[in-house]
């Protein structure tokens, strides 16, 4: 593969399903259990170094030595005062950054995860985009960010959502192996209902998503009730208009018979009117879905939101007179900028 370290990598048997590890096996004429022990190595002993796989054979051990593991490494932590959810800045095997965020529920933790470098998308509020995509994430990095926090916080995590950096459905592939590895049995056994996949909106994923069938959480992250409101932040929307959206969105919901949650980040004076509301009730009101009000989360290059906004708990008790199921997002950590992209920012800025 090619990628933009210093020197090529060969990690991409590191992605490998179970079966794939047994068919390896039986291909270096080792017993099919083999596969099993390299799969849990992987994926329940991340801190281990190969040298240190001692149940495997020296000879195992050594071809296997090859292999490059990318490894996740936290680079900074930002812990809150206010309510304990930290924030990481992860470093990967080619020096590029991403971030994560851990949430601390009364049902247990959650990691937001990241799935690309950088973000193509280009939503005009959002930080992790600035720069664009650098490279999409491998599998084995989406899932080293929850085992290196697991093992530096010393917990298990319960829940993933797929907020981070990045866009989830723009690099399919590998985030279905993510999702796949982390719920196999032999792997973290998490269940696909504690796992969420949010998108801007990228329809054939959704598609995919929905053949793909597992029980998974959909979240879509709206932010706008019209074309022309969605059209001037979200360049997706260009692409796949509002009206092919909640289209896709209705099918999804007939294939998979599961509850879509719609991300609406609030941006007074720009999207908080009673009209909007009015707007976004009607789009929603027949739909098996779930609205979560989000604050803005200010950056410098976004010009908008900046007027005295209405309270966000006021629009979420008129949506809810309207028969929308709606929920305020707590702001979690906010003594440590705990939306994403602006760590990376920093970091990427400090270098240059
Ligand atoms: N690309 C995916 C997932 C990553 S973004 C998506 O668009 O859903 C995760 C969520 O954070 C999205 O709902 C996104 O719109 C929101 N978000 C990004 N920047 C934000 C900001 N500055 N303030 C508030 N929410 C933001």
């Given at each position: 593969?090619?990628c933009i370290?210093?020197?090529?990598?060969n990690?991409?048997p590191?992605?490998?399903?179970?079966e794939?590890?047994?068919?390896k096996?039986?291909?270096?004429n080792?017993k099919?259990?083999?596969?099993?022990q390299?799969?849990?190595?992987?994926?329940r002993?991340?801190?281990?170094?190969?040298?240190?796989w001692?149940r495997?054979?020296?000879?195992l051990?050594?071809?296997?030595?090859?292999?490059?593991i990318p490894k996740?490494v936290i680079?900074d932590?930002?812990v809150?005062d206010?309510?304990?959810t930290?924030?990481?800045?992860?470093k990967?095997y080619d020096?590029?950054?991403?971030e994560?965020?851990?949430m601390k529920?009364?049902?247990?933790y959650t990691?937001?995860?990241?799935t690309q470098?950088?973000?193509?998308?280009g939503?005009s509020?959002?930080a992790?985009?600035?720069g664009g995509?650098q490279?999409d994430?491998?599998?084995y990095e989406?899932?080293?960010?929850i085992?290196?926090?697991?093992i530096e916080e010393d917990i298990?995590?319960?829940?993933v959502?797929l907020?981070g950096?990045?866009?989830?459905l723009?690099?399919?592939?590998?985030?279905k192996?993510?999702?796949?590895i982390?719920?196999?049995k032999?792997?973290?056994?998490?269940s696909?209902?504690?796992m969420?996949?949010s998108?801007?909106?990228?329809?054939?994923?959704?598609?995919?998503?929905a053949e793909?069938?597992?029980?998974?959480?959909?979240?879509?992250s709206l932010?706008g009730t019209?074309?022309?409101?969605?059209?001037?932040?979200?360049?997706?929307?260009?692409k796949?208009p509002?009206d092919e959206?909640?289209k896709?969105?209705?099918?999804?919901?007939n294939?998979?018979g599961r509850?879509?949650s719609f991300?609406?980040?609030?941006?007074?004076?720009y999207?908080d009117s009673?009209e909007?509301?009015?707007r976004l009730a009607d789009l929603l009101?027949k739909?098996?879905?779930h609205?979560?009000?989000?604050?803005l989360?200010p950056i410098?290059?976004f010009?908008?939101?900046?007027?005295?906004?209405?309270?966000?708990?006021?629009?979420?008790?008129y949506?809810?007179k309207?028969?929308?199921?709606?929920?305020?997002r707590?702001?979690?950590?906010p003594?440590i900028?705990?939306s994403?992209?602006?760590?990376?920012?920093?970091?990427?800025k400090g270098?240059?």
């Open positions: 593969m090619s370290g210093k020197k090529e990598h990690f991409s590191v992605n490998y399903s179970l794939q590890w047994r068919l096996m039986d291909e270096w080792e099919a259990f083999r596969g099993n390299i799969y849990e190595y992987l994926h002993s991340y801190g281990l170094g190969i040298n240190e001692n495997l054979p020296k000879s051990r050594d071809k296997l030595s090859e292999l490059d996740v680079e932590k930002y809150s206010i309510d304990g930290i924030k990481y800045l992860y990967l020096d590029s950054y991403i994560g965020v851990l529920y009364k049902y247990g990691l937001c995860v990241s470098v950088g973000c193509a998308m939503c509020f959002c992790s985009t600035k995509k490279r994430l491998e599998a989406i899932l080293g960010q085992y290196s926090v697991e298990s995590i319960s829940h959502v907020m950096m990045g866009e989830p723009d690099n399919w592939d590998h985030v192996r993510f999702m796949e982390l719920a196999s032999e792997g973290k056994n998490m696909y209902r504690n969420t996949v998108t801007c909106g990228v329809v054939p994923g959704i598609e995919a998503l793909w069938g597992k029980p998974v959480t959909l979240a879509i932010h019209n074309d022309s409101e969605r059209n001037e932040i979200m360049p997706i929307n260009r796949y509002i959206l909640m896709t969105v209705d099918r999804y919901t294939a998979t509850r879509v991300e609406f980040t609030v941006i007074p004076g999207n009673m909007s509301m009015d009101s739909k098996l879905c609205v979560n009000l989000i604050p989360n410098e290059e010009n908008k939101g900046k007027q005295k906004s209405i309270s966000i708990y006021k629009l979420a008790d949506l809810e309207k028969n929308i199921q709606t929920s305020v707590r702001t979690l950590g003594d900028d705990a994403c992209g602006q760590l990376r920012q920093r970091k990427v270098r240059n």
